[in-house]
């Protein structure tokens, strides 16, 4: 083993640390910068474009004391140049972004995903299946890993799938061969027999699945949930969060406060969720971070905080990506409310002037 | 009554003459191109360098070629540089014996001064235009394409409609071309509408590999400063800033950035013309082994291309896009006038 590779599996003990004792319900075993700093001079050392970036930044990082001093790496840059901190022959699996007509799909890779799968499970245990009896039924309404190798939401849901449902199902996924497979999830839903179940979804897929049923309902047991994640703009329907959350909520039959939000992002290792499964004061719309991620809203220019409640960029701070890029710099508007963030959707693009090809153009989100 | 070739030259030539005159006034004209534009003073005087003042017989030939022919034509002006009017005017002026113009609501000098120039009863400004009640003949909107989309949605059947929307420009310094003397013309290039045209190049591919591109990174930042003394950069709204300052973040990862308050140069060490920056005085710079690894390095971009600058056009032709315009560095925004800047099929 390389003294690299030894310094990495380090970190990456002290990150799942920190994940089983949230899991266990104890104090965190060190403070978050102690970490965040370590990540940071771990990343600089081994992901050249980080140093580039710190350089740049005229940042010595011997002399790093705040981990808000550090940068953050801009989404964007896992399009362009790799941002890990291995031999790439060593990554052990390699997410990618959805990309766009004109873009290049950004690459997450990790060399050791089991520090991701701890995060996940722990989050969703937190916050989805919280105080629901083991096992769970769990229907993805999306493809299974085998048939989106590339894509860490499918990883995460058959990660849950694994993890919460009875051993050995099989009959989870219900995107086949990119087609919704709605007899198959009737047939599935009123096979459960009054067992509670958690139903995991992108936003696009279930506008489509409600699409389908048209008006017709498919009712879960009491006591279920379901998971929300991904917006629709720039998809062929866009719809409301709040339409959609309310639509969906009908048609499976359960409350509001049962359709839960998931923040998250192939560049990360940790998701967000919101609380309203958990805590009755939590509001819809505001996602709540583990201890071992925080979401800090930036001025989008200076990239530096912004005032208590005021709007900013999303820099989130993930010390799960133990390999890659420990804060990432988002272009996702958020602003802190009730001991989270709420989500506003992506920054407005610049006001057209002249005939020059605007950035939200080419990356397909024109207003 | 049939206009033959000859009439729709003279016709051009006299709005030629009317730009003349408009350009002669271009110190009277400024401050309010100033304050609708956002560019410098300075920036507005260099950008009225790139009005056409004259054509050649062969331009003026092939002008009038490419603008077809039809009964009347409707020009809409909605985002465009301050001297578009002019090449939007001759176009349809060549296509018709009747053009009326609605100029853009942010930046109408240009189209009023022309046409009040021209005193030609064919030629009528229409500052408010009803597309849905334009009966026949054809519309030529230049704009965003959700602009040219709606106006599509709204013309009735048999009215044709030409759609001119946004597009970027980029450079090729090729194996030959003195980095130096390269770097100075394409950051006038740049400089000219503050990268706010569709021939306004972006990004520019080094042949010759990393060291290459790197030292011409190094010779544009150079170059931006010196321009930046004679023509300063113009108004950057916030959300420009903001994506530059996480453009410029992303280029210092994938491979280095030389910036300053007034314009940064990114190099993308492996490639991917994608990282374009944002408007203003911004350019990725791309190392490029051969010309021959254009297209691929261009990628889905091609379709999105109107012009390629480069010290030696001819190399690099065989290599390019074939609706690019194709011109040496220091004169991508004067193309000649022969049609519309915009070569890409248009219907």
């Known amino acids: 083993m390389t003294p690299s590779l030894v310094h990495s599996a380090a970190l990456h003990s002290r990150a799942r640390a920190m994940i089983a004792a949230f899991e266990r319900g104890d104090a965190m075993p060190e403070p978050f910068d102690a970490l965040a700093i370590d990540l940071a001079r771990f990343q600089a050392a081994q992901v050249p474009g980080y140093a580039r970036l710190c350089a740049a930044r005229g940042l010595r990082m011997p002399e790093l004391a705040r981990a808000d001093e550090a940068p953050a790496v801009p989404a964007d840059a896992f399009k362009l140049a790799p941002v890990f901190a291995f031999d790439a022959a060593a990554a052990a699996i390699t997410f990618r972004t959805s990309g766009t007509t004109l873009g290049a799909r950004g690459a997450h890779s990790m060399r050791d995903a089991s520090t991701y799968d701890a995060a996940a499970v722990a989050s969703g245990r937190a916050m989805l299946f919280a105080g629901m009896a083991a096992p769970v039924a769990v229907l993805v309404v999306g493809p299974s890993a085998l048939e989106a190798p590339d894509s860490s939401l499918a990883h995460m849901c058959d990660l849950f799938a694994r993890a919460f449902g009875p051993r050995g199902a099989s009959d989870v996924h219900f995107v086949r061969r990119g087609s919704l497979a709605v007899p198959a999830l009737r047939d599935r839903i009123a096979g459960l027999a009054g067992s509670p179940a958690v139903l995991l979804s992108t936003s696009f897929a279930l506008v489509h699945l409600l699409e389908e049923l048209a008006g017709a309902g498919l009712t879960l047991p009491e006591g279920s949930r379901v998971m929300l994640t991904g917006g629709t703009k720039g998809r062929s329907r866009e719809v409301s969060a709040d339409a959609l959350r309310r639509d969906v909520a009908h048609t499976f039959g359960v409350s509001e406060r049962a359709v839960i939000g998931e923040y998250g992002m192939t560049e990360l290792s940790s998701q967000f969720w919101e609380a309203t499964a958990v805590r009755a004061d939590a509001r819809p719309g505001v996602y709540v971070e583990p201890p071992w991620a925080r979401v800090v809203p930036v001025d989008p220019e200076s990239l530096r905080p912004v005032a208590e409640g005021d709007v900013g960029i999303a820099r989130i701070e993930d010390l799960a990506n133990v390999d890659s890029a420990w804060a990432v710099q988002t272009q996702d508007r958020v602003r802190r409310a009730s001991g989270g963030f709420e989500l506003l959707g992506r920054a407005p693009g610049a006001p057209a002037r002249g005939c020059s090809l605007s950035l939200d153009e080419m990356l397909g989100q024109a207003p | ?347």
């Open chain 2, 1 to 347: 009554m049939i206009r033959g070739e000859a009439d729709r030259q003279a016709d051009v030539v006299r709005l030629l003459e009317a730009s003349r005159e408009v350009y002669a006034r271009r110190a009277e004209l400024a401050p309010d191109i100033v304050a609708s534009s956002g560019l410098s003073p300075q920036g507005v005087l260099l950008g009225f360098e790139s009005l056409e003042r004259a054509a050649s017989a062969a331009d003026l030939r092939a002008l009038v070629a490419a603008a077809g022919d039809a009964p009347c034509v409707h020009v809409i002006l909605s985002a465009n540089v301050f001297v578009a009017p002019l090449r939007a005017l001759a176009v349809a002026r060549a296509a018709a014996s009747n053009v009326t113009v609605r100029p853009s609501r942010r930046d109408p000098w240009l189209a009023r001064a022309l046409v009040a120039a021209a005193a030609d009863p064919a030629l009528v400004l229409a500052e408010r235009a009803d597309v849905s009640a334009i009966a026949r003949g054809e519309i030529h909107v230049y704009g965003r394409r959700e602009t040219i989309a709606a106006v599509r949605s709204m013309a009735r059947p048999g009215v044709r409609v030409r759609g001119h929307g946004p597009g970027i420009g980029i450079a090729v310094v090729t194996r030959a071309g003195n980095l130096a003397s390269c770097a100075a013309e394409l950051a006038r290039d740049v400089a000219v509408f503050d990268q706010r045209g569709c021939l306004s190049p972006r990004a520019v591919a080094v042949e010759g590999g990393i060291d290459r591109a790197r030292a011409l990174a190094e010779a544009l930042h150079a170059a931006f400063e010196a321009l930046q003394a004679l023509v300063p950069l113009g108004e950057v709204a916030p959300a420009e800033r903001a994506q530059a300052a996480s453009w410029r973040d992303a280029m210092a990862f994938a491979g280095g950035v030389w910036s300053s308050e007034h314009h940064a140069v990114g190099l993308a060490a492996r490639g991917g013309l994608w990282a374009i920056p944002p408007p203003g005085r911004n350019v990725s710079v791309i190392p490029l082994d051969s010309l021959s690894g254009l297209r691929a390095e261009l990628g889905p971009f091609a379709s999105e291309v109107t012009a390629i600058g480069s010290d030696a056009p001819a190399q690099v032709g065989p290599f390019a896009p074939s609706h690019v315009r194709l011109s040496t560095l220091g004169e991508m925004q004067r193309p000649p006038l022969d049609g519309p800047v915009d070569r890409r099929k248009n219907e």
